[in-house]
Nanobody, 116 residues
């Protein structure tokens, strides 16, 4: 089965940056669409950014211009560069991988905490 492992979270001050990583094992990485989601305390999990197998990206309005999703086929890894962080960005960030009608995989999450 597909396994996803996130890393790169941490505690930063408002205005700071982090680069989150999601390493995939199992499955054919290049075939999967990938996404980053986040879940803030007491809130539902929400979409942050997606990237298709062909490299097309999409972002939530709240992060456009600040976050960048990318993928590295040689490393089977998806990244989320998060810049100009705000306290409202504080959440557990989760990686997701999926194929059309063929599974839905989640990582364990990595905590991003932004202090004001």
């Amino acid at each position: 089965q597909v396994r996803l492992v996130e890393s790169g979270g941490g505690l930063v001050q408002a205005g700071g940056s982090l680069k989150l990583s999601c390493a995939q094992s199992g499955g054919t990485f290049s075939s999967y669409a990938m996404g980053w989601y986040r879940q803030a305390p007491g809130k539902e999990r929400k979409l942050v950014a997606t990237i298709t197998s062909s490299g097309s990206t999409n972002y939530a309005d709240s992060v456009k211009g600040r976050f960048t999703i990318s993928r590295d086929g040689a490393k089977n890894t998806v990244y989320l560069q998060v810049n100009s962080l705000k306290p409202e960005d504080t959440a557990v960030y989760y990686c997701r991988a999926w194929l059309l009608g063929n599974g839905n995989y989640w990582g364990q999450g990595t905590q991003v905490t932004v202090s004001s």
